[in-house]
């Protein structure tokens, strides 16, 4: 059986975006399911990590077409190193950074990849008549690919699985944006349309198939996942009372919370003073800055970007591993990849979000961590505390468990299921 993928993100594409397909890619195969890949040629990637390519299997056909994103004509206005992901949306723009999210926020939908659209229809059009496709998915976001596959869908009448590693108007930062009305129904429009066509969905949480059963019946539930076994014993323990955080520190997810109960802590305690660090491996918003000066969170390790074989290090030799979901409307059903290689590194976790959320069952099903509330100082003092008082007694350890089934080959024969049953 041969499935097309379409997907943006793929290596040499680093960050979240691109692990998710290329772990199916990697093991689709030893469940019966040839993968053919359809991806950018001349992509503008945020994030770059060539390590992920050797991740590749070497017998899967990659085709790639050119695209035409207007980011680049929008990042010539701006001053070098400020372009910014939307997840980093500017929440104080200047007066023509008003404008430029205006214009990119109602004239390119539902994404600045939009004019990649056609001329992958057309591409994919000749492609599938002279191959044997069984059926087609695409990834989003960028949510423009979920257009190609419906355009696909409507000229072809080939089978179609849309996957969501993100929600569309869900999204935390969906209602940041400077949409109009007209624009927001437009969204929503191509939304429900997408979901009703697809013949399967796929969605990474409980909360988003939740949302998106009104539309459809046939909506799964694959989670994101961890990959490969890891050899702990080679691991040292950081000597600090390390708290450390992977990926986009943005200001959503601003753990302001953390950073009061941390302050009141060293002000009553000399001994955690001396022994905590945080650290930052991965991107941090300026506000998140700010709000450390504030508290006088003095102790801060900035490691920035590393390759992703690098934050697997970070991941085991943390005392603590921090995960700070977006404080957003959407929250309920925000679930960060992160959470899942943190399981792996089998490290405490110590997560800031919504206690009933989908986040909060994944760390009670597997006796992860812990998982306070947004605004909870002194519930979060003592977590912090129970933490320290294990560290300095040597015992602080992880007693997970029942996490196999989100490694990523368990999860790609879950996938596997889907397809043969959507084609058949």
Not at 356 to 373: F, M, Q, R, S, Y
Request: charged content about 25%; some cysteine; aromatic content about 10%.
């Amino acid at each position: 059986m041969k499935v097309l993928i379409i997907t943006y993100y793929w290596p040499p594409s680093g960050g979240s975006g691109v692990q998710r397909w290329l772990k199916f890619v990697k093991y689709l195969q030893d469940f019966g399911v040839e993968p053919v890949v359809y991806t950018v040629e001349n992509p503008k990637y945020p994030i770059l990590d060539a390590s992920l390519e050797k991740e590749i299997p070497k017998n899967i056909t990659i085709l790639k077409e050119p695209i035409w994103e207007p980011n680049n004509i929008l990042s010539f206005f701006k001053k070098e190193n400020t372009q910014q992901s939307a997840g980093f949306l500017n929440p104080n723009p200047t007066f023509f950074g008003k404008i430029l999210q205006y214009i990119r926020a109602n004239y390119f939908i539902p994404d600045a990849r939009k004019f990649w659209i056609q001329p992958s229809v057309k591409y994919l059009k000749k492609y599938l008549s002279e191959h044997k496709i069984d059926a087609v998915i695409t990834s989003g976001p960028p949510h423009s690919l979920h257009l190609i596959g419906l355009e696909l869908k409507k000229a072809l009448n080939i089978k179609w699985i849309s996957d969501f590693r993100d929600p569309w108007t869900e999204i935390d930062y969906f209602e940041q944006l400077p949409l109009t009305k007209k624009s927001i129904r437009l969204h929503q429009q191509l939304e429900q349309e997408v979901v009703e066509k697809s013949d399967a969905v796929l969605v990474v949480g409980q909360t988003m198939k939740e949302n998106f059963s009104k539309f459809s019946k046939n909506i799964h539930v694959i989670t994101n996942g961890f990959d490969n076994d890891i050899d702990s014993t080679s691991i040292t323990l950081d000597k600090k009372f390390t708290i450390t955080h992977v990926g986009l520190m943005n200001a959503d997810r601003n753990p302001i919370s953390l950073w009061k109960a941390i302050s009141d802590i060293c002000n009553e305690n000399a001994d955690f003073t001396a022994d905590y660090e945080i650290q930052f491996v991965g991107k941090i918003a300026s506000e998140v800055r700010h709000s450390l000066e504030e508290y006088q969170i003095k102790k801060v390790l900035d490691v920035g970007y590393v390759s992703h074989q690098e934050v697997t290090k970070y991941q085991q030799k943390a005392q603590v591993l921090l995960l700070a979901v977006n404080n957003v409307k959407s929250a309920k059903g925000v679930i960060t990849g992160k959470i899942f290689e943190y399981l792996q590194a089998k490290r405490p976790i110590l997560a800031i979000g919504p206690t009933n959320g989908d986040l909060a069952e994944i760390l009670k099903e597997t006796n992860a961590g812990t998982i306070v509330n947004f605004n909870d100082v002194e519930n979060l003092k003592k977590e912090i505390l129970q933490l320290y008082s294990s560290f300095k007694n040597g015992n602080l350890e992880s007693k997970s468990n029942n996490i196999e089934h989100y490694h990523r080959r368990n999860l790609t024969e879950k996938l596997a299921h889907i397809i043969k049953e959507t084609v058949s």
